[in-house]
């Protein structure tokens, strides 16, 4: 199955793209999108932990099973002061 990564933020730097296609098997889940993202991207792989994933307007569980042509935004974390 073929998804989207949509990198907002500091993500966009750490993958060097705005946005990632990415080949994954059938039945793979967030998680399973987050490993082949550190496995690509050493940058991303070191903060891979820190990040969550959001489908249409809700953060979504890692764990959940993504669908061929799902689209899926890393969402960085933020601190504010």
Do not use: K
């Amino acid at each position: 199955m073929r998804v989207t990564i949509e990198c907002y933020g500091a993500s966009a730097r750490w993958c060097g793209s705005d946005a990632i296609t990415l080949d994954l098997a059938d039945g793979a889940t967030g998680n399973d999108a987050l490993d082949a993202l550190a496995a690509r991207y050493p940058d991303f792989a070191s903060r891979r932990d820190t990040v969550a994933i959001a489908a249409g307007d809700a953060i979504a569980s890692p764990t959940a099973p993504l669908a061929d042509g799902d689209v899926i935004a890393l969402i960085p974390p933020v601190s504010a002061g």
